[in-house]
């Protein structure tokens, strides 16, 4: 059990390798989503291209959806960018290195979907086999356009009686699969140099900026999670002392039942600490109300003065 408490602790503490993991967990999913699709597409002139580029993006904007959910700081970015001035300002900086962390993180999936379809070729093959030049490839010089363009639609389907032993069908079919093959490599390609030169230059420019930017960036997820720790402890003694004024005047039935209540004039040290003084509904409300509209400057000090 301590195992255990200790694993969560780590991911608790550690949300940025907790959010890499699942954007790891994310891609892999992606691909065997991929993978198990029964890809089929309608070989009709006016729903081809629909199919294919929906297949192609619609799912990544479900990954990258779920990329931006399951991500705990997009909520503490979007809150921090809303909330009121108050006693503290608001950093810009601090917030577009939470909005540029999160985006990057919520668009692994994504992209490895659409490498994926891309070096697949299946999907570009459904969606453009009607748009290439039929000047291009033999077979289609004696048809009309309407017989052209009906059996361009067909390319991507191998079982039509028509484009079984076609040679031109073969022909479009591993055009469109070269082109779209091309197309994810160099996505790929430039990704990566993106990457790297991302890593090598970051020395570049100015590191204390960015340094302060992750510090406080880190310290807003932090102080976030501490507040809700708070806030569910002192809910959790505050129902404490409410149930124990309730059933005060049953004292003794309770008694029976092995229940052992604390006579009236024995408190915790701990309970009285932390619920300081807060005995209503109200005062509970005013003080979340001024956590949210005033937040307290980040200055220790001030606390050790007062």
Not at 88 to 104: E, F, G, P, T
Not at 241 to 266: A, D, Y
């Amino acid at each position: 059990m301590d195992r255990f408490r200790m694993i969560f602790q780590y991911f608790q503490s550690n949300s940025e390798s907790v959010m890499n993991g699942i954007c790891g967990l994310l891609a892999l999913a992606s691909v065997k989503m991929y993978t198990s699709f029964d890809f089929s597409c309608p070989c009709l002139p006016q729903y081809n291209m629909a199919y294919g580029l929906g297949v192609m993006f619609i799912p990544p904007i479900i990954l990258f959806l779920c990329g931006l959910i399951l991500n705990r700081q997009s909520l503490v970015m979007l809150e921090e960018w809303r909330r009121p001035q108050g006693h503290r300002k608001k950093d810009l900086a601090v917030i577009r290195y939470m909005c540029s962390s999160i985006l990057q993180r919520a668009m692994v999936a994504p992209v490895v979907w659409i490498i994926v379809t891309l070096l697949d070729g299946k999907c570009l093959i459904c969606a453009f086999s009607g748009s290439v030049d039929p000047e291009k490839f033999v077979g289609f010089a004696n048809v009309s356009t309407v017989q052209v363009q009906q059996l361009l639609a067909k390319v991507p389907c191998k079982d039509e009686e028509l484009m079984r032993n076609s040679t031109s069908r073969k022909a479009v079919s591993r055009y469109l699969r070269c082109c779209s093959q091309a197309l994810g490599w160099s996505i790929l390609l430039i990704l990566i140099i993106a990457a790297f030169l991302a890593r090598w230059l970051r020395p570049c420019f100015n590191q204390a900026t960015l340094l302060q930017a992750r510090h406080w960036s880190n310290y807003i997820d932090m102080e976030q999670k501490i507040f809700e720790e708070a806030c569910c402890e002192h809910s959790r003694l505050f129902a404490h002392k409410c149930i124990l004024h309730f059933f005060e005047s049953v004292r003794q039935e309770i008694k029976l039942h092995s229940f052992s209540l604390p006579r009236e004039g024995e408190q915790d040290e701990g309970e009285e600490d932390l619920l300081q003084g807060i005995t209503d509904q109200d005062q509970v409300n005013k003080l979340l109300k001024t956590w949210y509209y005033e937040k307290p400057p980040l200055d220790v000090s001030q606390a050790h003065q007062r």
